[in-house]
């Protein structure tokens, strides 16, 4: 009986084990565009004053139109499939994203800053996630040289 307790807890924890793993490799980047995202936001407030509901649309739709702008350059034009990075590769990349955040946030503080009250709020969003997202794939550029160099056989596998 203690053996397959032992081997029921061993799965109990693997199962645990690969579950985090997967959350965490599949949320990395969402994550820390939300705290990137969200700290703009709250930055913007500080720094511009309340938002209106004009500015509260603009600032959504153009960090929206700046997602769409990627996909369609990365896309050309949505003709291409895009593929995916490895999973060892997002890990590791998305493990500098307080890069990432500081850059995207520093983008919406310079905006804010320097652009008048209303353009501030979409100039601001649209530069943040163009900065955040930009800076993101250098971070992944970045850790997937690093996987190459470590000798990893599957870097350039997106199952992986």
Known sequence: MGAGRSSGESHVRRS???GL???????????GFSIMITSSYGALNQLVGS??????????????????LLQAVT???????????????????TAFDIVSVALGLGMAVLVALTVPRGAAWPVAAL?????????????????????????????EDPDR
Request: glycine fraction near 8%; charged fraction near 15%; proline fraction near 4%.
């Open 16 to 18: 645990a084990h690969v």
């Open 21 to 31: 793993q997967t959350a965490v490799i599949d949320n990395s980047a969402a994550f």
């Open 51 to 68: 938002p209106s509901l004009a500015d509260i649309v603009g600032f959504a739709m153009s960090a929206a139109a700046a997602f769409t």
């Open 75 to 93: 896309t050309r034009g949505f003709r291409r499939r895009l593929g995916a990075a490895p999973r060892a590769v997002v890990l590791l990349g």
């Open 127 to 155: 530069l943040a996630v163009l900065v955040f997202a930009l800076s993101q794939a250098v971070e992944l550029m970045i850790a997937a040289r690093l996987e190459r160099l470590r000798g990893e056989p599957g870097a």
